[in-house]
């Protein structure tokens, strides 16, 4: 199992960031590897999740929500297993946010682990800017900048 860990101060209430953080829905939002959500069933304060990273990995998760402390999302199926928890603490007017991934990337993720794990600390060190952007309610344009592409049959013009 490797570790990745991130943390970042938030100046916005524990109740706020909370808001932010437990909105499953939301999570490809902050989350560059994962494209596409799905919530399976919701009994509690545990939900049946699935994530898709890139296009096609999909991962089974039991997230549990421990309201205003932390989220732990436990792989069960795909190409990772472990667990990524979220922790909010207050601190001084504001909030500190940490996420810990304690994972193992399994089948051929597995010889690729050491550029995934460097993959996932970036995202994750991205995802911390991005929550902690939307939870101060800072509605900044990301840094990435569209590209407008035209396929070669746009460029077909039939009246020639």
Not at 12 to 19: A, I, L, M, N, R
Not at 73 to 94: D, H, N, Q, Y
Not at 131 to 139: D, L, P, R, Y
Request: hydrophobic share 35%.
């Amino acid at each position: 199992m490797v570790e990745i860990k991130g943390s970042i101060q938030i100046n916005s209430s524990v109740d706020k960031v909370w808001q932010v953080v437990s909105d499953l829905d939301r999570e490809s939002k902050f989350w560059n590897n994962i494209t596409k959500t799905r919530t399976l069933s919701t009994e509690g304060n545990v939900v049946k999740y699935e994530i898709t990273l890139g296009k096609v990995d999909r991962c089974l998760q039991t997230v549990t929500l421990y309201p205003q402390e932390k989220i732990i999302a436990e792989f069960i199926k795909g190409i990772i297993a472990g667990t990524k928890t979220t922790k909010l603490t207050p601190s001084g007017g504001g909030t500190t946010l940490e996420i810990t991934w304690d994972v193992k990337f399994k089948g051929m993720a597995g010889f690729m682990s050491g550029k995934l794990n460097t993959d996932f600390q970036d995202n994750t060190d991205l995802a911390l800017v991005a929550i902690k952007n939307a939870s101060e309610g800072n509605t900044q344009e990301s840094s990435f900048k569209m590209e407008t592409r035209t396929h070669w049959a746009d460029k077909f013009d039939s009246n020639k």
